[in-house]
């Protein structure tokens, strides 16, 4: 850890607010594309199986 | 071939899932190896101390809020020109990313400030202008989620970007318009007398083009799902209708 002298306080507090805001971004971002992939996935699977069953009468 | 192939959303998705991986870990690594050399390997400045480190995350964050609403412009205007649906996604996708970057900014300068002008904050022109560009990426964001017809939505948000286009300018270009207010020059400058030692220049390149990379790859994870979101709505309501 390098001297930060008097002013680690404020060195520290911008990378923590930084860092804390960018794992924010990364994970909603992250989780939503997750969450739309299985619910499409979901949708097209039921889609698929009505097809199916049309086409076996 | 031509960039308009890229309108198609097959051809996007495609695209995009072979860029991905390798933006994402270039993106890792140059933030890993800019942010460690220059938090860990470089010495304190003679006026500002360690304060100086501050620079690696407030001055790449400070460039992608204003590029990434430059980017938002122009993709609403291909909305508002060519109606292409991929463009105006790009653009929302890139919204939340942009907002988050202006915070960084915004709280990283309020840190530095206080040790170094002894204010929190300072109604200097650029900082007033770029607070303002935060409420703009607000209230696009917000659009978004309170109009619930998409073209519409999409329409009026291009409107709202627009118009904060113009502080997006004035927080860039604040300094040579009025030359007056308490931040300073560009960090970066092809005048050697104006830019950054060369000690602090290398590793801010390389978190420059860190959160580059950060950034086009959140923008490419955001437009895939703006796509596969737009793709379940169609399916919900055909699943609905029939």
Redesign the interface.
């Known amino acids: 850890m390098?001297?930060?002298?008097?002013?680690?306080v404020?060195?520290l507090?911008?990378?923590g607010?930084?860092f804390v805001?960018?794992a924010?971004?990364?994970f909603?971002?992250?989780r939503?594309?997750a969450k739309?992939?299985a619910?499409?996935s979901d949708?097209?699977a039921?889609?698929d199986a009505a097809r199916e069953a049309a086409k076996n009468g | 071939m031509s960039i308009w192939e890229y309108a198609n959303p097959v051809r996007f998705m495609r695209t995009s899932a072979v860029l991905l991986p390798w933006v994402s870990v270039g993106a890792a690594l140059c933030l890993s190896v800019g942010l460690i050399w220059g938090?860990?390997f470089t010495p304190?400045d003679y006026r500002q101390?360690?304060?100086v480190?501050?620079i690696y995350?407030?001055v790449p964050?400070a460039m992608m809020a204003i590029n990434i609403w430059a980017m938002m412009l122009v993709t609403s205007l291909i909305w508002v020109i060519r109606r292409h649906h991929v463009s105006v996604l790009a653009a929302k996708a890139a919204a939340?990313?942009g907002a988050?970057m202006t915070?960084?900014a915004l709280?990283?300068g309020a840190?530095?400030g206080?040790?170094m002008w002894g204010t929190w904050w300072e109604w200097d022109p650029r900082l007033t202008a770029f607070l303002i560009l935060f409420l703009f990426y607000l209230g696009y964001i917000a659009l978004w989620a309170a109009l619930e017809n998409p073209d519409t939505a999409a329409d009026l948000t291009s409107i709202v970007c627009l118009v904060g286009s113009v502080f997006a300018v004035i927080s860039r270009y604040a300094i040579n318009f009025w030359n007056q207010g308490l931040h300073q020059g560009a960090s970066l400058s092809l005048d050697a007398e104006e830019n950054v030692s060369d000690v602090f220049w290398q590793p801010l390149v390389l978190c420059i083009v860190g959160f580059i990379l950060?950034f086009v790859a959140?923008l490419l994870?955001?437009t895939?799902?703006e796509i596969?979101?737009r793709?379940?709505m169609a399916?919900?309501l055909r699943?609905r209708t029939a």
């Open positions: 390098p001297d930060l002298g008097s002013y680690s404020y060195v507090s911008a990378y607010v930084s805001l960018l924010l971004i990364i909603t971002s992250l939503r594309s739309t992939l619910e499409l949708i097209e039921r889609r | 938090f860990f304190d101390g360690s304060t480190k501050i995350l407030h964050s939340p990313i988050i915070m960084i709280a990283t840190i530095w206080q040790p950060l959140l994870v955001r895939r799902t596969r979101a793709r379940l399916l919900k699943e």
